[in-house]
């Protein structure tokens, strides 16, 4: 009640003043929805909030709110591997200068940030019209035109009231995740910037737009940074990187190529959009694909496929006489893969820090070797130099030795000159115990985590969807009489199987959010759409199957001509396959 006063804990160990004072419960309820609400930073003091608290601000993208709880075990497993991070793998990192030569030390930011969408593109393929199209609205330094009108690396994050963050300011802030990018200086940190949107989706995913990529060398040698590398650090920290494609500039310039050969790390985070497919005709629309994948072809050297998504991401309507059905389905599975990255997240921090623990180990058995190899007290400098031509087989030996594969080293060429400033002499030498409780991460502490997790099933039902009906509930109890013939023709039922399939349905089963999309366009009343998901539900599991969902679709059609709906199934509606079934239970 109002008078009932409480003491809330700070959201992290620290000092907050005001959440050590007693506060009533409605000053509660407004704080902790600051809370949550503003970036999951505290309103107050700054203090940046756990991956538990992350959990609260699923949006748009995540489960609906009833199904979070669900959710936690992701959330929790974050909180886990932060604590094996610090606990077992930094002490190894710091031992062994990995952060200094390889990849940054993380930070609680790291690992508490919400999931990443990167955007890659060349000018004017439609990098900023796509975030405006997620977001449904403006952000603070948007331009859009055919020119060339991002200049700069934009961070579009939720805040409370619209406003820009020079990247200077956002790269020494402790909550957030931006910290590794001071290391390519402040000419670089002059050309990013952070929008801070009111927008419910930005309380879910941070997106990253990026300037478009011309042709030619000017715009490399104009620039007083590395476009690759700082490309390549947004890689590793995204947890979708998606590259676009205007159906009429499927060129790829030779920095486009370089910027692309950057992400060969994250090569499972890449997905290709073909933008503004409206603007050609069905027919130059498969040309255009097939251009786009010879192209891609030459870039991504795998003989694995891109997923390409086909359709047109603005606010205007399709062009008249254009494949208005591809690009509806092609958005909805885009945005349904969208929808997903608050899951995928947890295992995406969990697969890159099991990556990471790899290639720190095998760092620090390189650093180790190095120093054994040294001599105590002359001929340093010529020993060094003699290591350093030499590590092609350097590497070679190490690997024979410790039984590694070759994909966890890092390219030669890179850690010669990470480490050629470095006296080997002063190497730490190897420390097995250490690299032992690596090992112990990866053979026993991760998979602990990863069993927790629900089975692909459930994770599978949860995305699509509670099970049941979507509708009112309206019973209608019936007992079916076995018959030698459906009433449901072979016709219809290939009418039906189709749309059945275009649903995508899960282990041969539709969910009710899955199947209400398909039912509505009906235009039927949720009266008479409840009582049909009652009839066609003939087993009672709350979800559809192949012939329960064309018993469903019969039924609409019947109503919109006008036929009266029965309190009972006909017996001979009831699919054969669920007779018998019926029949024991009458």
Known sequence: NDSTTLRLQPVKTGDCPLF???????????????????????????????ASTTAAAMGWFGAPKEEQAKQQVYFSAIDGIKKLYHDKILPVEKMYKFGEMQ????????????????????????KTSFIRYLLEREFPGMHIGPEPTTDRFWAIMHGTEERVIPGNAMAVQEGRPFRGLQQFGTT?????????????????????????????????????????KVVEWFAHKSDLILLLFDAHKLDISDEFKRTISALKDNDEKIRVILNKADTVDEQQLMRVYGALMWSLGKVFITPEVKRVYISSFWEKPYAPN???????????????????????????????????????????????HLRNQMPAFFSRASKQEELLKSMP?????????????????????????????????????????????????LSADIPVIMNQFPTEREVQRTTQGDAGNPFEAFDAAFCAVPAN???????EQNKYRGIFLSCGPVEGLLSGDAAKSVLMKSKLSFEILGKIWNLADVDKDGYLDEDEFAVAMHLCHKCMSGEVLQDRLDPLLVPPKKRAALEASC
């Open 20 to 50: 050590r004072s007693k506060l009533t419960a409605a000053q509660v309820f407004i704080f902790a929805h600051l809370i949550l609400r503003a970036s999951c930073v505290c309103a107050v003091c700054g203090t940046a909030a756990s």
């Open 103 to 126: 990849s940054t030390y993380l930070s609680d930011a790291d690992f508490d940030a919400k999931p990443q969408i990167l955007l890659l593109g060349q000018y004017s393929v439609g």
């Open 188 to 228: 670089f940190l002059s050309k990013f910037e952070s929008a801070l949107c009111p927008s419910p989706i930005l309380e879910s995913v941070t997106l990253i737009d990026t300037p478009g990529v011309l042709s030619g060398e000017k715009q490399r040698i104009g620039r007083s940074y590395d476009f690759a």
């Open 322 to 368: 254009t494949n208005h059905t591809l690009f509806d389905k092609e958005k909805e599975d885009l945005l349904r893969e969208l929808r997903d990255l608050p899951r995928n997240a947890a295992v995406r921090k969990i697969n890159d820090l099991v990556k990471r623990t790899r290639y720190a180990k095998v760092h620090a058995l390189l650093i180790g």
């Open 393 to 441: 087989e350097v590497f070679r030996v190490v690997q024979r030795e410790h039984h590694l594969p070759f994909g966890d080293f890092p390219e030669i060429e890179s850690f010669i000159a990470s480490v050629r400033d470095y006296d080997f002499s002063k190497f730490p030498k190897l420390d097995l115990a250490a690299i032992e409780s690596m090992d112990k991460v």
């Open 485 to 491: 013939v459906w009433s449901i023709t072979e016709t």
